[in-house]
Structure formats: C-alpha cells, structure tokens
C-alpha cells in the first residue's frame, strides 16, 4: 500500500486527510497534490512499502547544493537544502527504550534532534512520535538487523519506514562535508588540525589555498573554543624550532594556554615550538622518573619534560637556544609552583653540555639519584652526541664512574629507512665512536610523515665515550664496588 498524508496550511475543519490508491481513490500522486494544494494542504510525511532503495540511500542526500562548489567566501546560507529521511512511528510509552535500542541506525547530525512530532493535527492524541533514521543505514524494513528487529517486536512497534521531509542547513554539517562540497571534484579536502589551546594549525596544501579563508572559518565554525586558525607558511626553522605562520580567521592572539597531563602551559605559539602530538611521548619518559632523579633537558622548550619531571621530585637543569622558549620555559616554573626545582639555561646545546652540564655532572653523578640525558630535538640531537666524547676528561679513580653511575640517554631523531630502528642505532654509535650493541632500545614514538618516522634511541651513556681512557691503562684494582640501581 502507498500513502500520503496531508496537513493544512491554516487552521481547518478538517485537519488531515489521506489519499490512498488502494481504497477505492484512483487519484495519482499528481493529481493527490493538485487536490491538496487547492484545499492549502502540504505533504508532511509519506510512508510506503517497500519503498525504492535510492530514495533512502543515496548519499547525495547530505550533499549541499552544487552551486556552492568553487566557492570562496563562506555564504552559510548556499548550504540550505531540503532532505528525506526515513522515519518509525513509535508510540511515546516506549520511545526511550526504542530510541536507546536502534541509537546505531538513528539519525546523527549536528543541530538536528533524532525525535520529532509525528506530524499528527493540533488537539490529536499525541501518543506517538517519529524517530528519524539514517538513510545510509535504512533502506527498507528489510534493511534493520537482528537485534533492531527484535527490539521492534518486543516494544510493539510497527517497521513500516515513513519518509520526513528535513530542513539541513549549514549548521547541521560536518566540516569535511562543506570544504569537499567547496573544494574541487577529485582533489584531497582537508579538515584535520592540531589543537594548541584556541589556535587550530592547519598545514594547507597549494591547491587549497585559494579557499584558505573559507576552510579557516569552517574549522573554526565547526569546533568550539577554536577562536583562531593559522596555516605554517614555511619549513621549522631548526635554530629555535619556530616557523612562519598566517592567521586564516579569527582573532591574532598568540598567546595559548594548554594544559597536558595535568600541567598547565603559557607560550606564544608563533614564536616557539609546541606538538600536542607528542602528549604520549612526554607522559613515556616521565613516568621512567624517580623523586630524586637528575633531568639534564638539553632542548627544553617551554618545558614539556622539565615541568612535570620537576613536579616529580626531581632536580632539573633545563636548557633552550631559542630566547622566547627561555622565557616562557620560565614563566611555567612559576605557573607550576616548580622553579626552586629548575635551573633554566639559554644556551646552544653544545655549549650547555660543555659548561653547566659538564661543571655539575660528577656531583651529580655521586648522589643518590640516577642521571637522565633529555635530547629532544629529532632533526639534529643524534649529531649533538659527540659532545659527550671525553666530555668529563681522565677517568676518576673512585668508583665515580661504574655503568650504574653512568647519565641514561633519551634521544629523539628522524628517519626514513626501511629499518628506522637499525637507522637510529647506526647513526648514534657514530656520533659517539662506540658500539651500542645488546646495551640500547629505540622506541617508536610516531610517524611524522609517510616514510618517515620520530624515533628514540635509550642508552646508558658508555663510561669509555664519558671519560678519556687510556688503552695502556688497566683498571684499578682499588675502585668501589657499584651495585647496580634498579
């Protein structure tokens, strides 16, 4: 059976009626809209069985209007369209427990409610409600699984699909469905940023930067709290790991505020370098810390390992190239209440290892708690290992430097070999001229780019590249015995 119902546009005595072609009506649809529209009646819902697959899933039914494709002033408005979707009539009584059993198949969009009024006159009963389905998931009463079957029957609710006519407009889509409606058949649409605080930062390809307005205030329509949207204009500059960026809408403001793992964070993102990515990865290397341990943060930043190994317990000495890094590395200190437990730096990392690190070491070497090396700066840290060749002159006599005493490494680098692992391993035995065989572990941290992974490479620093030792020379045979920490 096929049937339309029809509502009155103004107030009527008679408030619905329904033409059906199988009651005695031999009217056509046509001809059921020219009697409708002369009475100032309008379609509200239709419900057949079965009705045709392509009026239930087509996904053009989410698509917007095709004159907004090239466009490169955001007009809100060109997005409006009207849609059909597939809808159950369920009586009110039962209505949370269908909607919580068929959530998976119910209509999902931004702005819209799944459940709405049947559609039913001014003074009805009102004993039933429409739950609107997702046209990609119902076709047909055919097109419900088992378990949304079964639900139906046990809540005594008829399968039959009704057709609701929708109003989706800009609101109720998804960032990716108005840029791949904006942007050129066939090329790649962007819509994925990293999040620092309220800055969304976007690396925009050529073919997308005609419409770098549009997809900025997209990004920052569709995401709340993002109130600026930035594209990197250039390459990081590997001297102070910053670059070049355009604001793209919204407001100028710099200035982030983020909090990671619990520790809160204040930089001018446009002047230092800050990856929400690597969240995990500063989490990683902390929790390998002990209160009482020494951190040497050869590239600190504004201070994603030296904070939180500072709330730790532990004493830091942390250090930065870049000056604004230094600054702002500061001002965390002392937003966390940390900065009696960091000593801060503004120093090349050579330069920080041969003065403060190399002046401290062999104190800190002696004290209880073990040493950790952080060289967090994947484009050259593996190179900056040969500055710990001889770094601490002659070998002591006392038991100074037995492995257990010796600094623990964790340094950061780029590769793009088959075997990053190997890669990684190679590339630091030859800035420090020894083997590292059977006494390192490299630990995947993510993948920057296709072929082309961040890695860490972990090793206790090796007491012959620590200390110059002569080959004519034998162990003393008075040294202190070290029992290895766990």
Not at 245 to 257: F, I, P
Request: hydrophobic residues 40%; contains cysteine; charged residues 20%.
């Amino acid at each position: 059976m096929t049937a339309w119902l029809f509502r009155p546009r103004a107030h009527d005595l008679c408030s619905s009626v329904t033409f059906c072609m199988s009651c005695g009506f031999t009217l056509s649809l046509q001809e059921c809209l020219q009697v409708a529209d002369s009475l100032g009646w309008s379609p509200l819902w239709q419900s057949f069985s079965p009705p045709p697959l392509h009026a239930m899933a087509d996904p053009g039914l989410y698509r917007p209007p095709p004159a907004v494709r090239g466009m490169t002033v955001l007009d809100r408005e060109a997005f409006t369209q009207m849609i059909h979707v597939p809808a159950l009539r369920v009586p009110t009584t039962v209505l949370n427990k269908v909607v919580k059993s068929l959530k998976k198949i119910a209509l999902q969009r931004p702005g819209i409610k799944r459940v709405v009024d049947d559609g039913q006159p001014v003074g009805g009963s009102g004993q039933h409600r429409l739950l609107l389905l997702d046209p990609h998931c119902v076709a047909s009463a055919e097109s419900f699984g088992h378990e949304e079957t079964a639900a139906l029957t046990a809540f005594g609710v008829s399968p039959e699909l009704h057709r609701y006519e929708l109003q989706l407009t800009y609101e109720n889509l998804k960032s990716e469905e108005v840029l791949r409606a904006v942007l050129p058949e066939g090329q790649d649409v962007t819509s994925g940023f990293s999040r620092v605080g309220h800055i969304a930062h976007m690396n925009l390809r050529d073919h997308q930067l005609p419409y770098k307005s549009l997809i900025g205030q997209v990004i920052m329509d569709k995401n709340p709290g993002v109130t600026c949207v930035v594209n990197k204009t250039n390459t990081i500059d590997s001297t102070y790991r910053n670059f070049q960026m355009e604001v793209l809408a919204g407001e100028s403001n710099m200035v982030a505020k983020v909090r990671e793992n619990g520790v809160l964070y204040e930089f001018d993102f446009s002047r230092v370098y800050w990856n929400p990515r690597l969240s995990t990865e500063h989490e990683r290397v902390v929790s390998l810390l002990r209160c009482g341990d020494i951190v040497l943060d050869v590239f600190a930043g504004v201070g994603p390992f030296a904070i939180p190994a500072a709330r730790r317990g532990c004493v830091v000495l942390a250090n930065d190239l870049n000056p604004e890094a230094h600054r702002w590395l500061q001002h965390n200190a002392r937003l966390n209440k940390v900065d009696a437990a960091i000593t801060t730096f503004n120093l090349d990392g050579r330069e920080f290892l041969r003065g403060p690190a190399r002046e401290r070491l062999p104190g800190l070497m002696r004290g209880p708690g073990a040493v950790h090396v952080v060289m967090n700066l994947p484009a050259l840290a593996l190179d900056f290992l040969d500055t710990f060749r001889g770094l601490l002159g002659p070998e002591p006599d006392q038991g100074l430097s037995c492995e257990a005493t010796m600094p623990q490494v964790h340094c950061y680098g780029f590769s793009k070999e088959d075997d990053p692992q190997q890669d990684m391993v190679q590339r630091a035995e030859a800035s420090l001229g020894v083997s590292l065989q059977g006494r390192c572990s490299v630990h995947m941290v993510r993948n920057v780019a296709p072929n082309k992974e961040m890695m860490c490479v972990n090793f206790r620093m090796p007491r012959e590249v620590l200390y110059t030792i002569s080959n004519s020379e034998e162990p003393s045979p008075k040294r202190q015995r070290c029992e290895e920490t766990e």
